[in-house]
């Protein structure tokens, strides 16, 4: 049996996971995911009960029951690189003894979705829509790192993306993964369903021109044009595909949903977006 070693796993003095500052007692099997710590209370006010309030850098987590089911909200941060991190710990948290540091022998199965707020490339998804991550695709080539993840990849999508968009030899291998079915009709059965896109950065890589020029101005006029087996590419975000991609290889269920707040088709933005993305939170807590 494989003892993970500190340098592996790193575990604090209480015992505790070293980023999350989580015990595996204070992680509900379901958990909602949101970028924003200060989004974190936003979703707990809807529980009935709190057990648990802490925070450990952006990591800031909340366990409670809302009607009856136990669940965690918690915050991830910007980016698939955070990703990595909490999809780890909180696998760990699930499925390691952290004691013994060696995986349990029955594994724990959790329930994620990740709630978000996105820009978004169509003109079927304005302002205002909910967006469900049906594939996402990442940019940043985290999939890669690990065994299994090729086999992962939807190399046809891929392999028609990278033709379709010229995509730039010089830039990651974009990789894409499809969310758990059978979650993304439980949760998105009326939302618009598509490709969802994980930009590696805010600005340059979702075609955004600031003061630096971009070295493809041309991309998101390819993307709004790509289309694959019926779906097209709907929003940006950063973070669904590390999310899907690492689920599916851990063995976890999990989703994004995104609240469209840019249109990029359109060019207009809504940053009073409160109201909307309330409403994001309640349908993901009934459903989940």
Request: glycine letters at 10%; hydrophobic letters at 40%; aromatic letters at 8%.
């Amino acid at each position: 049996m494989r003892i993970i070693p500190p340098d592996q796993l790193p575990i604090n003095e209480d015992g505790s996971i070293f980023h999350l500052h989580l015990l595996p007692e204070q992680l509900a099997d379901r958990v909602i995911l949101m970028g924003d710590p200060a989004r974190v209370p936003v979703v707990a006010a809807y529980f009935d009960s709190i057990e648990f309030d802490g925070q450990s850098r952006e990591f800031r987590t909340i366990t409670g029951t809302y009607k009856g089911k136990r669940m965690t909200a918690l915050s991830h941060g910007i980016g698939c690189d955070n990703l990595d991190i909490v999809m780890t710990e909180l696998d760990a948290l699930a499925n390691i003894d952290l004691k013994t540091r060696t995986v349990k022998k029955e594994f724990r199965p959790l329930t994620m979705v990740r709630i978000g707020t996105s820009g978004g490339l169509q003109p079927f998804a304005p302002v205002g829509s909910y967006v469900v991550s049906t594939v996402s695709m990442g940019m940043d080539g985290l999939l890669f790192f690990y065994e299994g993840g090729e086999a992962l990849n939807d190399s046809g999508l891929a392999g028609e993306f990278i033709r379709h968009t010229r995509w730039n030899k010089s830039l990651a291998k974009p990789y894409f993964v499809h969310a758990d079915p059978a979650l993304a009709e439980q949760v998105g059965f009326d939302m618009v369903n598509g490709i969802t896109l994980s930009a590696s950065g805010f600005y340059g890589p979702q075609g955004r021109h600031v003061r630096l020029g971009l070295s493809r101005p041309e991309q998101n006029a390819r993307l709004e044009s790509f289309a694959y087996a019926g779906l097209k590419i709907c929003n940006y975000e950063m973070e669904s595909a590390a999310l899907a991609g690492l689920a599916r290889l851990m063995g976890h269920k999990a989703l994004t949903v995104c609240l469209i707040i840019a249109g990029r088709y359109s060019g207009d933005m809504n940053t009073n977006y409160k109201g909307s993305f309330d409403g994001l939170i309640t349908k993901v807590l009934e459903r989940i």
